[in-house]
Structure formats: C-alpha cells, structure tokens
Nanobody, 129 residues
Framework: QVQLSESGGGSAQAGGSLRLSCTVS????????MGWFRQAPGKERERVAI????????RYADSVKGRFTISHDNAKNTLYLQMNSLEPEDTAMYYC??????????????????????WGQGTQVTVPS
C-alpha cells in the first residue's frame, strides 16, 4: 500500500513563499510519476505540476509557471513544491499524487489526475487578498 503525506501548508501573504513536502512510503515499486494538484472551493481539481522521474521531466500549469518549482529527493522519498510570489488565486487544498505510469500518461494527462492511483490527504494553502 502506497502512502503519501503532505506537509508545509499554511497561510502566506501575497508575494510570499511556501514549500510543500510530500513523503512517499510503503511502496512495493518505484513511482515514476509524481505531482501536485489543487482544488479550490467550488472549482475542479487542477494539475499544478507534474514530474516524470525518467529524466526529471516537468510540466506546470500556465498559472504557476515561473513561480512554482517541483522537485524530488530520492534518498528521502520526498516530493517538494516550492511556491514563490504567491497570489490569492493560489488559495486551495493541495494534494500530492504518485503512480507508476508511462511518460505519456504522466505528462500528457488531461484528466486532472484521474489516471493517478495514489493520493495524499491534502494540505491547505491560504493567501489572503
């Protein structure tokens, strides 16, 4: 059973920064597709950033390009999301997710994560306006 646990959420002023962490444990195989998703009240879940570990290929939502950075530390089995220049529109519950997928399924997924099997419980990020 794969387990994911997020931390690092909280409240930050507009223009500030937060770093989210996601520890992955209990896997019997390596997850090569890892990502961050978010869902704001009344809105659909959206993919924020995805990372395919084969070559460390990343993709970002247009709304966070240049502000957010996804990375992972294999030795610590941890996925990160560095969020800079935060905006009120970034307020949402943030979820990490992981699975073993093909590069296409991982990077070109348009289903906002429906192809990914394992999810964390989420961590709230609030940027007051």
């Amino acid at each position: 059973q794969v387990q994911l646990s997020e931390s690092g959420g909280g409240s930050a002023q507009a223009g500030g920064s937060l770093r989210l962490s996601c520890t992955v444990s209990g896997y019997a195989y390596s997850s090569n597709c890892m990502g961050w998703f978010r869902q704001a009240p009344g809105k659909e879940r959206e993919r924020v950033a995805i990372l395919y570990t084969g070559g460390d290929v990343t993709r970002y939502a247009d709304s966070v390009k240049g502000r957010f950075t996804i990375s992972h530390d294999n030795a610590k089995n941890t996925l990160y999301l560095q969020m800079n220049s935060l905006e009120p529109e970034d307020t949402a519950m943030y979820y990490c997710a992981a699975d073993l997928l093909s590069p296409r399924d991982c990077l070109q997924d348009r289903s906002n994560g429906r192809v990914i099997k394992y999810w964390g419980q989420g961590t709230q990020v609030t940027v007051p306006s």
